[in-house]
C-alpha cells in the first residue's frame, strides 16, 4: 500500500506564491513518473505538471513561466512552486505518482487527498 499526502495549501493574494509539497509513503519500490493536478468546482480535474524520474518535466501552457515542479527521490517528495499566482488558478490540487510497490509486481496510479489552494482577486 501506497500514500500520498499534500502540504502547503492555503490562501494568497493576486501575485503571491505558495510551495506545494506531496509526500509518499508506504510499501514503495520504485517511484515512476509524478504529477500535480488541479480540479476547480464544477470543472474537470486537469494537468497542471508532470516530472519523471530523472527530472524531466512538463507543463499546462496555464501555468508555463510561473509554476515550477521537483522532485527529491531520496526523499519521496514531489514539490509545486507556484508563483505570480491569479485568481484562475484557485482550485483544490492533487498529487499524484505512478509507482512499483514492494508488495505489487505492477506499477500502478496512487492519488493524494488534495489540497486547497485560493487566490484572492
Known amino acids: 500500500q501506497v500514500q500520498l499526502v499534500e502540504s502547503g495549501g492555503g490562501l494568497v493574494r493576486a501575485g503571491g506564491s505558495l510551495r506545494l509539497s506531496c509526500a509518499a509513503s508506504?510499501?514503495?519500490?520504485?517511484?515512476?513518473?509524478m504529477g500535480w493536478y488541479r480540479q476547480a468546482p464544477g470543472k474537470q480535474r486537469e494537468l497542471v505538471a508532470t516530472?519523471?524520474?530523472?527530472?524531466?518535466?512538463n507543463y499546462a501552457d496555464s501555468v508555463k513561466g510561473r509554476f515550477t515542479i521537483s522532485r527529491d527521490n531520496a526523499k519521496n517528495t514531489m514539490y509545486l512552486q507556484m508563483n505570480s499566482l491569479k485568481p484562475e488558478d484557485t482550485a483544490v490540487y492533487y498529487c499524484?505518482?505512478?509507482?512499483?510497490?514492494?508488495?505489487?509486481?505492477?506499477?500502478?496510479?496512487?492519488w493524494g487527498q488534495g489540497t486547497q489552494v485560493t487566490v484572492s482577486s
Open positions: 499524484n505518482a505512478n509507482v512499483r510497490s514492494s508488495t505489487t509486481l505492477w506499477p500502478q496510479n496512487y
Open positions: 508506504g510499501s514503495i519500490f520504485v517511484i515512476n513518473a
Open positions: 516530472v519523471t524520474t530523472g527530472g524531466s518535466t
